[in-house]
């Protein structure tokens, strides 16, 4: 079973909207949290962190926010632009995962013009 | 150039083949990894190596293999590949005593296998 979901395997925005994406994990170790960002042909590239310490952190035009007790997190970016296309992955770590990362399934975004 | 760079970049090979995937990188970090990508499964970890001295498996690192040849190369073999093995693998490197951002991981440009 998935111990990091991203349930929504696409999502599409008009562009200059609000994009939030969403990423549920079920391990209450997780205490550290990273999004990526993937374009085609590319690898992926680190975009925003957040500690469990914290309950939100922004980056510019990209908050994450992070709801323990619901062990809930999610991506907020705002404006979308059509640049910001690509498929978000959202990672988990924690202590006994020997600060290794646990991937979600990703979220394909596409940001209309 | 790239940083972490990974060869081959496509390659397709026969059941049964031995295939090796190499990485190398400029970063200079002591920290390697190898995942493969699935449509629906996201990233998954192979392999990782903390230092030239130290390997360790991941999550599904049945029927691979990996050599730490210097600190700057880590190669992911497929001794005898199946075509559950088709999927796209991706090299990371990490260092977790500098940036901002402990634990982020460099990935290189990924490499896409199809075994027949």
């Known amino acids: 079973d998935q111990q990091v979901k991203q349930n929504s395997p696409s999502l599409s925005v008009q562009e200059g909207r609000i994009s939030i994406l969403n990423c549920d994990y079920t391990?209450?170790?997780?205490?550290?949290f990273l999004w990526y960002k993937k374009y085609p042909a590319e690898g992926p590239t680190f975009l925003i962190s957040?500690?469990?310490?914290?309950d939100k952190n922004e980056d510019g035009r990209f908050t994450v926010f992070l709801n323990k007790s619901a062990k809930h997190l999610s991506l907020h970016i705002v404006p979308s632009q059509p640049g910001d296309s690509a498929v978000y992955f959202c990672?988990?770590?924690?202590?006994?995962?020997?600060?290794?990362?646990?991937f979600g399934p990703g979220t394909r975004l596409s940001v209309l013009p | 150039d790239a940083d972490v760079t990974q060869t081959p970049r496509n390659r397709i090979t026969k059941t049964g083949k031995r295939i090796m995937l190499e990485c190398s990188q400029t970063k200079g970090h002591d920290r390697m990894y190898w995942y493969r990508q699935d449509p629906g499964l996201g990233l998954r970890l192979i392999y990782y190596?903390?230092?030239?001295?130290?390997?360790n498996k991941g999550e599904i690192s049945d029927g691979y293999s990996v050599s730490r040849q210097a600190q700057a190369k880590f190669s992911l073999s497929l001794e005898s590949a199946i075509p559950n093995q088709t999927a796209l693998y991706f090299c990371a490197t990490s260092d977790p005593t500098s940036g901002r951002f402990t634990g982020e991981l460099f990935f290189g440009e990924g490499s896409r296998l199809t075994v027949l």
């Open positions: 391990n209450s170790m997780f205490d550290y």
């Open positions: 957040i500690s469990s310490i914290k």
């Open positions: 990672a988990a770590s924690g202590v006994d995962y020997g600060q290794n990362f646990v």
């Open positions: 190596s903390f230092d030239v001295k130290d390997i």
